[in-house]
């Protein structure tokens, strides 16, 4: 550990500062949306005759799952062994890591179905806007990753060497994915936003709905940025040009 | 030289392979949208009494510019090193980051200025999407790094152990700011497709249009992951964990 820190170069208070924050920020983003769609959308429902509250579940269970849930198991095992390596086990954090991925997947697909459920019920198409085709892309990249890494690291598991050569990938594919869900959020607000401020709805557009779909959009944004460098290898030995 | 490529355990063939992938989709996403812009929406302009074809420079141009000059401007300082050291020397690579990122940055401002324009002259309000938020956002972003760059790698320059410790940072908040320009690409053809999808246009949702335009954002997203893979450090040393 001692060793660590020393080639970390002090990148203890950085990687807390940013943890911290991070864990602020997603408390706040899941906050965000659930008031979106209880106080202005009118609540959220997986069984309804208003179809519009089936759509709802879709926000805020793909935010909690794929963002926030993920957030959270990312930090758990990325950002502790440096913040208080001395309180939880590498094997606990590892668990929860593995715990808190696949309880993300659960939400998440439970958010892709209350979709599919609101546009078959309203007579919507499916799979035709950009959000649609990246969003199957990455639950399917993050359920394949979470698979593999499962049989890579916890059972059966792969031998050390392979192991030992496989986790900066598992930690680099997983960042990508992570952004890939934060970004797809992006196109998620705007495209909802942008629907209801056409016809017929034609919210205002800087009015206080509008405004606090893009500040949830820019908590969630921001919250992927406090992510990677709360996780991020920022190391300087690497480098022999200036 | 060969203890850098020691320490970096083959990653010389990664690095060339997605290092041209990059520059092939980077091709792929020009042709792209200037074929779309050009063949689908009638051509681009930034005078016309047709206010379209002033908006049409707008996605031109900034994909041009923050987007594939930009993952070029990368490429040829964060790349080459690994894959062809001998041909070009530090310097040259070092000057051609900075030229390129500096085109990169004209580019965008330009076409910014072509959709505030647009917006001015066809009497449609600026800045309320969220497109647009972090569009600003990541211009100015790009602008503040790009200068602070210069400043602390070229003229005057700052101390080497400034530098050294600085050179990291530089290359993650940059592939960071990289990342927010590759997604706000994403929201704006997003955006403007789900316009077009909505009336007076109601341009059909599986057309070839359509397709096209969802096409050309996955090529961009896919470029923006090819320069990550390009560019990451990927070093198994760091981890004491598996």
Redesign the interface.
């Known amino acids: 550990m001692q060793q ?1 820190k020393a ?1 970390d ?1 002090g990148a203890g208070a950085r990687v807390a500062a940013f943890t911290l924050l991070a864990h602020v920020l997603a408390a706040a983003a899941a906050a965000l949306v659930l008031f979106w769609c209880i106080h202005f959308r009118g609540g959220l429902a997986l069984r309804s005759h208003d179809k519009q509250l089936i759509f709802n579940a879709h926000p805020v269970l793909m935010l909690l799952g794929l963002v926030v849930v993920a957030a959270e198991a990312i930090l758990c095992y990325r950002s502790l ?1 440096w913040a208080t390596p001395q309180l939880v086990s ?1 094997d606990a954090r ?1 668990k929860a890591h593995l715990a808190l991925h696949a309880v993300g997947l659960a939400l998440g697909g439970l958010g892709i179905y209350a979709v599919f459920k609101f546009h078959v019920e309203a007579g919507i ?1 499916n799979l ?4 649609s ?2 969003g199957i892309t990455t639950i399917s990249l993050y359920a394949l990753h979470w698979l593999t890494a499962f049989l890579t ?1 916890f059972f059966p598991g792969a031998a ?1 060497a392979t ?3 496989a ?3 598992h930690a ?1 594919l997983g960042l ?1 994915i992570f ?1 890939l869900a934060v ?1 797809n959020a ?2 998620g ?3 909802k ?3 209801l401020q ?2 017929p709805v034609r919210l205002a ?2 009015g206080a709905e ?1 405004l606090l ?2 500040f949830t ?2 908590v969630v ?1 921001l919250l992927g ?1 406090a992510v ?2 709360a996780t ?5 030995t ?5």
Chains 1, 2 share one sequence.
Do not use: C
């Not at 035709?128 to 959000?131: A, E, I, K, R, V």
């Not at 991020?232 to 300087?236: E, P, Q």
């Open positions: 660590l080639r170069g062994p590498r590892k198409p035709y806007s950009l959000h085709w990246i690291f050390p192991r030992r050569s986790v900066p990938w680099l990508l952004a970004g992006q196109l607000f705007l495209e936003l942008t629907f056409g016809p557009k800087y509008a779909v893009n959009a820019l944004l940025v990677v460098l991020a290898n920022v190391d300087s690497r480098y022999t040009a200036m």
